[in-house]
């Protein structure tokens, strides 16, 4: 059973885009949306999070936009960087320890 | 910036040996996971541990698999008799408390496990 769903799988965008990567998720007892980033050989790194009682939430290049009737949450790259290419990875979390992750998209920023 | 580490970064080891993976978590959290991650496929939570206990595994724990906060610093992951579908990356986390809205999980850079 997959808990959070995610799309696309891969995604190439020239530099200065804006990628878009979206999940969705069943489970209303989920109440903390983080997105991770992780580069090859590397652990996930928190990214940004988001709580279900706000639409959006924005640090630096980084946006999540936040829909609880739609049980969708999204994460845009304003201005996207070749450095900005790695594999991107949601997450939810909810009345217990562990995270659902959804199964990531990599993303390739072309110069 | 305090973070998790994990060693061996890579261990190779025969079907049906014991390995252990080893991780020191953030000095002042209280929580710690293991989490698996197929090579090319998502990160799938295995374990969380808390008070010398565990406080919740996934179907994937099985008795293979067991936990264990030896000291103050460490923690690790027992497999017991290794297959050749535990080939995979293994991440250790901490976090401060689970029970926050905000809490964050920090993760290591991963044990590459592979089984021959």
């Known amino acids: 059973q997959q808990q959070v769903k995610q799309s696309p799988q891969s995604l190439i965008v020239q530099k200065g885009g804006i990628p878009i990567i979206n999940c969705a998720y069943e489970?209303?007892?989920?109440?903390?949306f983080p997105w991770y980033q992780q580069f090859p050989g590397k652990g996930p790194a928190l990214l940004i999070a988001?709580?279900?009682?706000?639409s959006e939430k924005k640090e630096g290049r980084f946006t999540i936009s936040f829909n609880k009737s739609a049980k969708q949450f999204s994460l845009h790259i304003m201005d996207s960087q070749p450095g900005d290419s790695a594999t991107y990875f949601c997450a939810a979390k909810g009345g217990g320890n562990q995270f659902y992750f959804g199964t990531g998209t990599s993303l390739t920023v072309i110069p | 910036e305090p973070e998790v580490t994990q060693t061996p970064s890579h261990q190779v080891t025969q079907m049906g040996q014991e390995v252990i993976l080893r991780c020191v978590p953030i000095s002042n959290h209280l929580y710690f996971y293991w989490y698996r991650q197929i090579l090319g496929q998502k990160v799938e939570f295995l374990v969380s541990f808390y008070n010398n206990e565990i406080s919740e595994k996934s179907e994937i724990f099985d008795d293979q698999f067991s936990v264990e906060r030896p000291d103050g610093s460490n923690f690790t992951l027992k497999i017991r008799s290794t297959k050749l579908e535990d080939s995979a990356m293994y991440f250790c986390a901490s976090s401060l408390d689970p029970g926050r809205y905000t809490d964050t999980q920090y993760f290591g850079p991963g044990t590459r496990l592979t089984v021959l």
């Open positions: 489970n209303t007892a989920f109440d903390y």
């Open positions: 988001i709580r279900p009682d706000v």
